[in-house]
């Protein structure tokens, strides 16, 4: 624990003006940012007596090691800054909602030449219309599916698209009337973005002048006795009552606005947040944050506005922001949302009528958000403290493993082995930092000698950064392999992020860099899936390199024991203990990681082809030559001049694909293992659909007792 004393500024340092500031641990890692109207004012505060400060201010200010500051010239560009610095760094100590990319969105693809209609998740694209976020992806499909009637627009994937052009037959939906078939030129491409802009403005809340069109083409057709037409419509008007009733009407005088509601406890905190456009709530999410730093219902306001539009701009940005608490002060928040719109915005706190009343069903929701969380044992601050202290007393552990690494092999009868790594921090997932091997040391199964290799990897690299920060000691044991020496070249078979592939670059580590670093800090307990050998190979490898200060057990999945280095007994927790369910959850995440990894790799490899082989040939390039010839049989029996007239394709590489081609064995007709039939009588165009579906084993592991399965 640091002593606030020993890095504090001298008074005179620190400028009386806006800033932004940013403590840092001993590692250099950024561990909090802050804003302050005055930082001398801001900065002041955390050097007081320690029994004065709040609890995590306190835990705070004794983790960090020193700290910095950035002078800005107004207040609305440190809220700017401060926002840009959480984003990049993913300080400890700051309030962090959950990530909400989960969250469903309507999306319509304006920016492709058949806009289409589809469900959307993660960062939003450029030109793409969005409508939402919903509660769930099954309401998004009941509205289309009613919208379809009145606006048949696209829906379909660009695979079944291209397939329908090239074949000249629609899909189901193109048959039944739910779409104007472009694909085979039912309506041309003007035509459809129409129809796309039509229902982008029904979604948008205009939905009056649909109805009412079609209403007057229903009496119309009705006048000309063309009934069988004016029970079309009336069906299609009744559509689009039905879809507009999934979003009642909530505020009369057509509000876009924006609710945002807080529950909080002395521990978290719940935000919800309703998207009203048009009067009516077209969407809706919520996250939950640990309060790790003393903080007001203003500033969870101020950090919930933050989250939602720091990166939107335009009409994203509503009106108004109606608030439980405004933020203090309130006028930055305000200018930095105005600047975002483009327009003025108002945030403010509703006080009568049904904006109040729907602030009070928005509170509601918050509450209930707040409620559920805490039943979550994973989610839940005490239990995941009681989890650490009970792993700490049980492997007898100087103190709570705050960062915990786990390591888990996985293959296929000895086939495409691969390891995983993954990062649990004060009890959560850090995916940012799961880390891929391949093991390349040796061929076929062998699960001890892989995770020797792993962990050996892994820390190797450990040793080159600590060195490289200034932390290696010429004391340090150096028997086994010194950083020097291994600092001459990356770890076989991992790229810089760990992951396979080839020479990895230098790393550099600077001071001015708080991000964090490629295996640049170590774990208090290192986890390995499986039993006694495995816990002795992680252990050897760690003494082989000369550290001696990292914890190592291992879960085997038999029994749930936890194995411990030197024991000849296991260590046998409770079934109810929240430490054996945290050291499940971390063991099979990583068993999860490095299967997906094991079956991408499996994947791959039997969606390879002849052309793959083809030294110096790109995606592009053979993109361009299957599209040419219409698949690798007849590109193999094409010359050499007629290879050169394809696009990009030079004689000398014509030459090295026919070489290549020729040497090639010509693949086996591909074979639907789920049906018996026979996909093409040529080889496929597209390598990638050869395989047909792939048998998957019913149950994976990595233990000795599930040899010749996938583990």
């Known amino acids: 624990m640091a002593d606030p004393s020993s890095y504090r500024p001298k008074p005179g340092q620190i400028p009386d003006t806006p800033g932004v500031y940013r403590f840092r641990d001993e590692h250099r890692r950024v561990i909090y940012v802050g804003k302050a109207k005055s930082l001398r004012q801001r900065l002041a505060s955390y050097f007081q007596d320690l ?206 606005a924006d609710l945002i509601a807080v529950a909080e406890d002395e521990l978290e905190a719940a935000v919800q947040i309703f998207h009203v456009r048009g009067g009516r709530v077209r969407g809706q999410r919520g996250w939950v944050t640990d309060k790790v730093e003393a903080v007001t219902t203003g500033d969870l306001v101020e950090h919930a506005t933050q989250q939602l539009y720091g990166e939107e701009t335009g009409d994203s940005v509503p009106k108004e922001v109606l608030v439980p608490a405004l933020p203090d002060p309130v006028e930055p928040v305000q200018e930095w949302l105005t600047a975002r719109r483009g327009s003025n915005v108002s945030l403010r706190i509703p006080q009568r009528g049904d904006k109040k009343a729907l602030m009070e069903t928005v509170q509601r929701n918050a509450l209930q958000a707040l409620a559920l969380h805490k039943t979550k044992r994973a989610s839940d601050l005490t239990t995941r403290s009681r989890a650490l202290e009970e792993i700490a007393e049980a492997l007898d552990l100087d103190s709570a493993p705050l960062r915990i690494e786990c390591y888990d092999i996985s293959h296929l009868q000895g086939d495409d082995v691969v390891a995983s790594m993954v990062v649990f921090e004060d009890g959560l997932q850090r995916k940012s930092e799961y880390r891929r091997f391949q093991i390349k040391g040796f061929a076929g199964q062998d699960d001890v000698r892989s995770m020797h290799e792993v962990i050996t990897r892994r820390f190797r ?63 208090q307990l290192v986890v390995v899936d499986g039993g006694r050998p495995q816990v002795a190979a992680a252990k050897r490898a760690l003494d082989e390199l000369g ?101 990009g394709i030079g004689r000398k590489t014509a030459e090295t694909i026919a070489v290549a081609l020729a040497q090639a064995a010509p693949a086996a007709p591909a074979v639907n293992t789920a049906t018996g039939e026979i996909m093409e009588d040529d080889e496929d165009a597209a390598p990638a659909t050869t395989a047909g579906p792939v048998e998957e084993p019913v149950t994976a592991g990595a233990s000795d007792e599930r040899r010749g399965q996938e583990t």
């Open 547 to 647: 550290i001696d200060d990292i914890a190592v057990c291992g879960l085997a999945k038999r029994l749930e024991e936890v194995w411990l280095p030197d024991d000849d007994d296991p260590v046998v927790l409770p079934r109810s203990s929240e430490g054996l369910y945290l050291l499940q959850r971390v063991r099979d995440e990583a068993h999860r990681f490095a299967i997906t990894y094991q079956r991408a790799k499996r994947a791959k490899r039997f969606r390879s082809g002849p052309l793959d082989d083809v030294p110096g040939l790109g995606e592009s390039r053979k993109q361009a030559l299957i599209k040419h010839f219409g698949s690798v049989k007849k590109l193999r029996s094409a010359t050499i001049d007629q290879i050169c007239e394809v696009p």
């Open 461 to 523: 690299r450990y040793l080159v950064e600590k060195e490289k920060t200034g932390e290696w000691t010429d004391g340090a044991d150096t028997s086994a392999e010194s950083p020097s020496s291994v600092a001459a070249g990356p770890e076989p078979g991992t790229d810089a992020d760990g992951t396979p592939g080839g020479e990895a670059p230098e790393i550099t580590f600077t001071e001015d860099d708080g991000r964090p670093k490629r295996f640049a800090y170590p774990p």
């Open 51 to 256: 029994a004065n400060l709040h609890p995590r201010t306190r835990t705070m200010v004794t983790t960090a090691a020193s700290v910095e500051w950035t002078v800005v010239s107004t207040e609305v560009e440190a809220l700017q800054l401060e926002y840009s610095w959480i984003k990049e760094y993913d300080p400890r100590f700051n309030v962090k909602y959950r990530d909400d990319k989960s969250y469903p969105y309507l999306a319509v693809t304006m920016n492709e030449e058949f806009p289409r209609v589809q469900v959307m998740r993660g960062h939003k694209k450029k030109g793409v219309r969005y409508f939402g976020p919903y509660g769930h992806a099954w309401a998004i499909r009941d509205t289309v599916d009613l919208l379809l009637r009145v606006f048949p627009v696209r829906t379909c994937s660009a695979g079944v698209f291209k397939n329908a052009a090239r074949t000249g037959r629609p899909c189901l939906l193109g048959y039944i009337g739910k779409c104007s078939a472009p694909c085979v030129g039912r309506v041309s491409p003007e035509e459809h973005r129409e129809l796309a802009e039509e229902f982008c403005d029904f979604m948008a809340g205009r939905t009056g002048t649909y109805i009412r069109r079609q209403e007057q083409q229903m009496a119309e057709a009705a006048e000309e006795m063309e009934y069988e037409r004016a029970a079309r419509l009336r069906d299609d008007i009744e559509a689009l009552k039905k879809a507009m009733e999934k979003s009642a009407v909530v505020l009369a005088d057509a509000t876009d």
